[in-house]
């Protein structure tokens, strides 16, 4: 494929992605709280299992994506599959609407910059910094080849330029690239992080590629009237 980024083996241990504590945790689930009698929760599990778009995906109800992609029987094989069933309807920075991605960072501060710049841009537009939200690092495994946007970005001999595939503002350009080598069989993109300088990113498209996922440290992050958020580590129950 003329015009496209280079490609890269990986191998990358111990990738950080940060999620939302409420979505890791091994809990009953919240339609519990919600149910007046056994009943009443069949039914309203009934009802969640209909628009659920992870279950969706797994009995091939999906156009984004096939139940040949998605992973069944390995360790939290449910959060990996979601990553890929349940994206943003504007699509991110390498995925569209109908197809998610597994987005990691090489560090942690790194995931953290990732996740308290998008929290923030939430708060910005409700002019209102006063929440609390406690994040759970998942942390995966990689071995495999990536289109490499480290430094072919900016190259000026390069056959294209990938610059705008890292607009701060706009995921318009990087949309299109990851449409075009998804069609052509890639298994993701390794990028530099855009919110913080130095850092590292990959967005995966293929989840049989997500290895080894696993819990690391939780931490809570606090905003309190300010854009830059309290971050402090969680401890591991007893």
Known sequence: ???????????????VRLIPSRFADREQSVLTALAENA????????????TNERLLGESGGLAGIGIDELVFGVPNFRIINAAFTYPRP???????????AWYCAFELATAMAEII???TVEYEEIDRFDDSVS???????FSSEFHDLRGASSSPTSPRSFSACLDPGSYLASQR??????????????YPSVRRPGGTNLACFRPALVGHLRRGAA???????SPQPLVEPIPEAA
């Open 90 to 100: 504007e699509g991110s920075r390498f995925n569209d609407g109908d197809r998610g």
């Open 219 to 225: 931490f809570r992050l606090t905003w309190s009237g």
């Open 177 to 190: 690239l990851a449409a075009e080598l998804l069609e052509a069989g890639s298994m993701g993109i390794i």
């Open 135 to 141: 994040y759970q690092a998942l942390l995966a495994d």
């Open 39 to 50: 009943d009443h929760l069949r039914d309203l599990f009934d009802l969640d299992n209909a």
């Open 117 to 119: 710049f998008h929290r």
């Open 1 to 15: 494929m003329p015009g496209t980024p280079p490609l890269a083996r990986l191998r990358q241990f111990d990738t």
